[in-house]
């Protein structure tokens, strides 16, 4: 082969060699350009699909309230919203809020779990609103439009109400009055130092619930839409620390576990007339176990020790004055109400539904132990 020939086959090599090089060069470019495209922007209402916790519950409920300062960025994928309206209900808060409006609001994500995602949403006039976006629903469209204006029709002041919803098949939205004093229990377990939360108080907070739960019982029994998540945490505490249960008929308690909660937003066709009563029965379950939480000042499960349990097991033993917040104690509460109380909780919280009392019964019972309450501060030296 001639030198020239040589030349050339080598120069052809390099070429080819440097059109490879180019290529993949552009291939990894393409690549970098497809997943910034793809990523989501900040600042929007994100969609629960794109969100996957990995780590562990604060608490042993399925919400999880302790999201760092890292994860407030928020993200959103608009490919899973289909054209549709936000439904706005009887309030003139929010009458000319639009669904873009939400979408494009500066927002702070609040809490997450495996059922739905919390966000504060900040609106230019100030307005400040709580979103909650919930997955995997699968009930239909007309069933949910249904479920949230019964829910509006059955107003309570104890009772959070939506503001308004969105539907469509894969996305749900419902919009809150956001509530900026927290949760009873942030109060009650809050990492920061507790404010002085005195026996009169607790006892008003349970009274309170007690009757915003009858009444809601009472209204959607027909329905067959009890609270099915009834916790501390889904106890919000208004501007004057009034007390107001939140999210109410967005979960379904296990018939065969009414101690612990389902999925109940996958779960809304197991919701019959034969299954509906266990869900009520299960609130009081529920409403059982936020009286202990007040008594006791203990989580619902504190190291695998469920409150329960030990409440029983103290019981048993006779040590009964041993389960009792030793603040309230201090603050000099009668044991005789606490006592009375405990009994009430413990009735709530027994393993066989039928056994316990109704919502009805269970107001009774705390009215008289508040009336004697209220009598001995009157009647105070």
């Known amino acids: 082969m001639k030198p020239i020939s040589k030349s050339i086959v080598m120069f052809s090599g390099y070429i080819a060699l ?11 470019l393409k690549k970098k350009k497809r997943e910034r495209v793809e990523a989501p922007s900040p600042c929007k209402v994100a969609s629960v699909d794109d969100i996957v916790d990995t780590k562990p519950s604060f608490t042993s409920t399925d919400f999880k309230t302790d999201v760092s300062k890292s994860d407030y960025s928020i993200y959103s994928t608009e490919s899973a919203f289909v054209p549709s309206s936000l439904v706005v209900l009887t309030s003139p808060i929010i009458s000319d ?13 609040l809490g997450r779990g495996k059922h739905g995602t919390l966000y504060r949403v900040i609106f230019e006039n100030g307005m400040v609103l709580a979103v909650k976006r919930i997955k995997g629903w699968m009930i239909s ?10 829910l509006d029709q059955a107003k309570h002041l104890n009772v959070l109400p939506a503001l308004a919803f969105y539907c469509s098949i894969h ?3 419902l919009v809150y009055e956001y509530q900026p004093n927290g949760s009873l229990f942030s109060l009650l377990h809050g990492k920061q130092p507790r404010r002085k939360f005195e026996w009169a108080s607790r006892l008003k907070i349970a009274a309170k619930i007690a009757g915003a739960l009858a009444y809601m019982h009472r209204e959607l029994y027909v329905d067959g839409i009890p609270h099915g998540n009834l916790k501390s945490t889904n106890i919000l505490l208004k501007n004057n620390m009034e007390p107001c249960i939140s999210e109410y008929g967005l979960m379904v308690m296990d018939p065969q576990d009414p101690s612990s909660s389902l999925n109940g937003l996958n779960s809304m066709q197991q919701q019959t007339k034969g299954t509906a009563p266990n869900g009520f029965k299960a609130d009081i379950y529920g409403f059982g176990v936020i009286l202990l939480e007040l008594l006791t000042g203990k989580l619902v499960q504190n190291d695998g020790i469920d409150l329960t349990s030990w409440v029983h097991s103290v019981v048993r033993e006779e040590w009964t004055v041993e389960v009792f917040d030793k603040s309230i104690i201090l603050d000099g509460a009668s ?4 006592l009375n109380l405990l009994q009430v909780a413990i009735k709530c919280v027994n393993q066989a539904p039928e056994s316990r009392p109704s919502i009805s019964q269970v107001v009774s019972m705390i009215n008289t132990i508040k009336e004697e309450d209220d009598k001995s501060l009157v009647y105070e030296p």
Request: proline content about 2%; charged content about 35%; glycine content about 4%.
């Open 141 to 150: 469209t007309d069933e949910f439009k249904h479920r949230m204006q019964r």
């Open 18 to 28: 440097g059109l490879v090089i180019i290529g993949l060069i552009l291939c990894r």
């Open 171 to 173: 996305e749900k939205l």
């Open 335 to 338: 044991e005789e109400r606490m």
């Open 97 to 109: 809020l639009k669904f873009e409006d939400l979408l494009s609001a500066p927002a702070e994500l």
